[in-house]
């Protein structure tokens, strides 16, 4: 079955870098296409950057070149470098994996809550001005 396991999040101040962590186990190989979402109290969860297989990633428009999603397969790792974090950045942060036809090009940051099949608990963010 598989685990995944977010770690990293905390509390910075506006301008300030964060680097959020997922760690992936029981992994069959099936799940090609992996992300992070976040949600801020009382809106919907959306997505923020995804990465396939082939290396082939996404980011959401909103990202504006400020985060970074990245893996390290020997370590089985997900990472999502954040920079110059805003107060409207404060979510929980949830790591996600799903399979996909990846000749579909649908591993994409639209895919959203019900784009994915696996979860972990979250890591709150939190960004003060």
């Known amino acids: 079955q598989l685990q995944l396991v977010e770690s990293g999040g905390g509390s910075v101040e506006a301008g300030g870098s964060l680097r959020l962590s997922c760690a992936v186990s029981?992994?069959?190989?099936?799940?090609?296409?992996m992300g992070w979402l976040r949600q801020a109290p009382g809106k919907e969860r959306e997505g923020v950057a995804t990465?396939?297989?082939?290396?082939?990633?996404n980011y959401a428009e909103f990202m504006k070149g400020r985060f970074t999603i990245s893996q390290d397969k020997a370590k089985n790792t997900l990472y999502l470098q954040m920079n110059n974090l805003q107060p409207e950045d404060t979510a929980k942060y949830y790591c996600?994996?799903?399979?996909?036809?990846?000749?579909?090009?649908?591993?994409?940051?639209?895919?959203?809550?019900?784009?994915?099949?696996?979860w972990g608990q979250g890591t709150q963010v939190t960004v003060s001005s």
């Open positions: 996600a994996a799903v399979s996909v036809p990846l000749w579909t090009k649908s591993c994409t940051a639209r895919r959203g809550s019900r784009g994915f099949s696996d």
């Open positions: 029981g992994d069959d190989g099936s799940r090609n296409c």
């Open positions: 990465i396939d297989t082939t290396g082939t990633i």
